[in-house]
């Protein structure tokens, strides 16, 4: 959790942060990981993307967090967030009607 905390005060801190952002109340929900496995298997999401947050943004810090994007065939998305200790996990954003947005490059 500390390092969560270091990660956020460092974005706060930049120049570019202060220049192109804007902090606002983040609309997550948080319990335990058994409960948010148990809304995703009675919501059908399956996980199509992880990927780590790192201590300090840099490409070469330590895991502080992961982040898994799930999607199922009701055209819904959801991100959850976990971090190394495994107390909670949280669900930042269950969305509905997903569209497909065409490429415009190989990303």
Known sequence: MKKI????????SSVFAEEMFVWRSLPAVCGAPED???YLELNDFEAVSV??????SQPDGEPVYMVTHYAN??????ARVDIPDGI???ILYHTFNTSIV????NL
């Open 88 to 90: 909670e996990s949280c």
């Open 5 to 12: 905390i270091f990660a956020l005060i460092f974005l706060c």
């Open 73 to 78: 065939s009701k055209k819904e998305t959801l």
């Open 51 to 56: 990927s780590l947050g790192r201590e300090s």
């Open 102 to 105: 065409p490429k415009k490059n």
């Open 36 to 38: 948010v496995e148990k």
